[in-house]
């Protein structure tokens, strides 16, 4: 098995955790579009202060491993037009659907949820269309 | 309990993010790897799908033998079955934007000190789509 797969399958592992620590800690989904979402939402400011807590350590560990070596740095593969197109389309999308590849995805199909099958299902499919309309436009 | 909250918040955040710089989802070039059906497929995202997968479904085993969370608060109702345009479409504009760049909301956060200007603006962008998903109520 490539390594690339075995360290897959062991991140997926951390972020399993991270999802059933939260929901057996604090009885919630943890689905990182919500969390970020609530930041810019009006809120109680107890709600607030741990979304930012979540957002804090989703930020800055991954950066502290980087900087500390042994976590590499990946740069965008698409131009700077096609991010913010893609990023209002993922901003936008996932808070319609309300839930993202944390939420509907890893806490969603886990628990056999059929709104997170169906939307797992449905991202993934327009996610096969995005790379082949990025292909095709010649954006990447 | 709102320390205890905080604290929970901040250590699972950093677990997610470490989880997703190891299993290289911090990489768009991987994402959009396994979103390439029909070029170089890369299937390294549903080996961490797998494992995240089977880790949550063991956590809703151990959330459903207990009445409470660690906290004192309420665990999470029933799964909702209920399938709407809402969520379809929700989701279908979420995977477009996601395929094109390769980045979905943790992964670009866990990016955002080290990936450049260009997540910085993603980010941006992605924070403008929340809020204005906000005007549809």
């Known amino acids: 098995m490539p390594l ?23 009885g919630q989904v943890m689905g990182a579009s919500g969390l970020i979402a609530g930041l810019i939402a009006p809120a109680p ?24 070596g042994p976590g590499p ?35 969603g199909v886990s628990r056999l949820a059929p709104r997170g099958i169906a ?3 449905t991202y993934v499919a327009s996610g096969v269309a995005g790379v082949l309309l990025a292909r095709w436009a010649g954006w990447a | 309990m709102m320390a205890m909250r905080i604290v929970i918040a901040l250590l699972t955040g950093a677990l997610f993010g470490a989880g997703l710089v190891v299993s290289g989802m911090t990489d768009p070039g ?10 170089a497929w890369d299937p390294t995202l549903a080996f961490v799908m797998a494992g995240a997968v ?4 063991v956590g809703w085993r151990v959330a459903a033998r207990l009445d409470r969370a660690a906290t004192g608060d309420p665990m999470p109702g029933p799964a909702a079955a209920r399938l709407d345009a809402r969520l379809l479409g929700g989701a279908a504009l979420f995977g477009l934007g996601w395929g094109l760049a390769g980045y979905c909301p943790g992964p670009a956060a866990a990016s955002l000190l080290t990936g ?22």
């Open chain 2, 30 to 39: 991987k994402v959009r790897g396994f979103l390439d059906l029909f070029g």
């Open chain 2, 54 to 57: 089977g880790v949550m479904a």
């Open chain 1, 119 to 121: 939307a797992t299902l």
């Open chain 2, 116 to 137: 450049g200007a260009g997540v910085a603006l993603f980010v941006a962008a992605m924070l403008a789509g929340m809020r204005a998903a906000r005007w549809l109520g």
């Open chain 1, 45 to 68: 400011s107890a709600r607030r202060a741990e979304r930012a807590a979540f957002v804090a350590g989703l930020v800055l560990v991954p950066a502290l491993l980087v900087q500390l």
């Open chain 1, 73 to 107: 740095a990946f740069a965008p593969v698409v131009g700077w037009p096609v991010l913010i197109l893609a990023g209002l389309l993922v901003g936008f999308g996932s808070r319609l659907a309300n839930g993202c590849t944390s939420g509907h995805g890893v806490c």
């Open chain 1, 4 to 26: 690339d797969w075995l360290l897959g399958l062991l991140g997926g592992l951390m972020i399993g955790a991270a999802a059933a620590v939260f929901l057996i800690g604090m």
